[in-house]
T-cell receptor, first 113, second 115 residues
Framework: SQTIHQWPATLVQPVGSPLSLECTVEGTSNPNLYWYRQAAGRGLQLLFYSVGIGQISSEVPQNLSASRPQDRQFILSSKKLLLSDSGFYLC????????????FGPGTRLTVL | AQKITQTQPGMFVQEKEAVTLDCTYDTSDPSYGLFWYKQPSSGEMIFLIYQGSYDQQNATEGRYSLNFQKARKSANLVISASQLGDSAMYFC????????????FGKGTMLLVSP
């Protein structure tokens, strides 16, 4: 079965510091991968998606970037964090099957101070 | 552009009763998919149920059913026999017909189930 790992689980960073969040997937190959951000009390906003190694599509212009160096690895980065980058970051993978639904990792809670 | 609207910020229901969570959507695509996810306080997103735009019957998964009214562009989630463990945020989401399966989410509804 497919499993998504995300780390770290929680992170507190000062404004202006860099960021690297990692997502790895097990149990599938060549998955479609997604990064979402959830602000406090809000819905999920799609940030990036990737259909293969080195292929990144950005949905929202922002302070963040994404990379996919390996088939089952998806990284979210920033060179300089802003206060508005605080939130809950979720990595997702499309589960190939009847519904092709997305299933999600456990998330990273980021607080920028 | 696609849009999902969940007008109920919060809902209360007593244990063992049924509850309906509203979701309306807007799209110009004739083909689309509708999803409901549950997010407990732990933060994980749990897939509950799926409805395809061409499905003739309303989707059902255990205690979850989807009241799909295509002409009204609504896809309400019905939870029967509520349990305390159903207390969570519930999100409605839409997928366009493209092959990348990106999802557009609503803002969610917080459901609280009381004993």
């Amino acid at each position: 079965s497919q499993t998504i790992h995300q780390w770290p689980a929680t992170l507190v960073q000062p404004v202006g510091s860099p960021l690297s969040l990692e997502c790895t997937v097990e149990g599938t190959s060549n998955p479609n991968l997604y990064w979402y951000r959830q602000a406090a009390g809000r819905g999920l906003q799609l940030l990036f998606y990737s259909v293969g190694i080195g292929q990144i599509s950005s949905e929202v212009p922002q302070n963040l970037s994404a990379s996919r160096p390996q088939d089952r690895q998806f990284i979210l980065s920033s060179k300089k964090l802003l206060l508005s980058d605080s939130g809950f970051y979720l990595c997702a993978c499309m589960r190939a099957g009847h519904y092709n639904e997305q299933f999600f990792g456990p998330g990273t809670r980021l607080t920028v101070l | 552009a696609q849009k999902i609207t969940q007008t109920q910020p919060g809902m209360f229901v007593q244990e063992k009763e049924a509850v309906t969570l509203d979701c309306t959507y807007d799209t110009s695509d004739p083909s689309y998919g509708l999803f409901w996810y549950k997010q407990p306080s732990s933060g994980e997103m749990i897939f509950l149920i799926y409805q395809g735009s061409y499905d003739q019957q309303n989707a059902t998964e255990g205690r979850y059913s989807l009241n799909f009214q295509k002409a009204r562009k609504s896809a309400n989630l019905v939870i029967s026999a509520s349990q305390l463990g159903d207390s969570a945020m519930y999100f409605c989401a839409m997928r366009p017909p493209s092959g990348y399966s990106t999802l557009t989410f609503g803002k969610g509804t917080m459901l609280l189930v009381s004993p």
